[in-house]
């Protein structure tokens, strides 16, 4: 069967602006509704570990799942209004900044998903800090409220599942992370 067959029959259809926001658009096409990013750049998470192999979490609270969530240091590209342009390896550089208080010498691209292929059209790159130093607390911007949490790169995995007994939402993405961050020699 080709690709064609198994496409659905309104894959193709007209799509239609249902909502525009700040940050999002709603979409319609058949009938699908999927959510847009306003910015072209999409996301991107930030594999970061200390020089004392540590690996950086984020923590804050998410008004669409009512809950503290922990991430990894993570960003909008090109949200910025003098940097539409910028790529996910500059963003990623910016973020970590931001949000860590870490300053890393390069990034490297790991990999490129969806972060919701049923939801959203977003793409979310996976990239690779390298040869981290402590610059500022971080914290995030003035609209954040960031808590950083370096975590042994050996007890990541069940840090995250303790706090996740503990009431945080986990993204699963995160899972990926480590796994990628215990790869990475594939990837730079």
């Given at each position: 069967m080709n690709d064609i067959q198994r496409k659905p029959e309104d894959a193709d259809a007209p799509s239609e602006m249902l909502y525009q926001g700040r940050w999002l658009r709603l979409r319609r096409r058949g009938r699908w509704e999927y959510a847009e990013r306003n910015n072209p750049g999409g996301a991107v998470i930030i594999l970061a570990v200390t020089p004392e192999d540590k690996v950086?979490?984020?923590?804050?609270?998410?008004?669409?799942?009512?809950?503290?969530?922990?991430?990894?240091?993570?960003?909008?590209?090109?949200?910025?209004?003098?940097?539409q342009h910028e790529s996910s390896l500059v963003a990623a550089q910016r973020e970590l900044e931001e949000e860590?208080?870490?300053?890393?010498?390069?990034?490297?691209?790991?990999?490129?998903?969806?972060?919701?292929?049923?939801?959203?059209?977003?793409?979310?790159?996976?990239?690779?800090?390298?040869?981290?130093?402590?610059?500022?607390?971080?914290?995030?911007?003035?609209?954040?409220?960031?808590?950083?949490?370096?975590?042994?790169?050996?007890?990541?995995?069940?840090?995250?599942?303790?706090?996740?007994?503990?009431?945080?939402s986990i993204d699963p993405k995160l899972f990926a992370g480590l796994w990628f961050i215990e790869h990475a020699e594939?990837?730079?």
């Open positions: 950086l979490f984020v923590e804050q609270y998410r008004v669409a799942v009512q809950k503290f969530t922990i991430e990894m240091p993570a960003g909008l590209v090109g949200d910025l209004a003098d940097q860590t208080g870490y300053r890393c010498s390069r990034v490297s691209f790991v990999h490129e998903g969806p972060s919701s292929s049923g939801m959203s059209n977003e793409m979310i790159a996976f990239v690779r800090a390298h040869d981290l130093v402590k610059v500022s607390d971080g914290g995030g911007d003035t609209t954040e409220n960031i808590i950083v949490h370096e975590v042994p790169r050996s007890e990541a995995g069940a840090w995250l599942l303790a706090r996740a007994k503990d009431g945080y594939s990837f730079s």
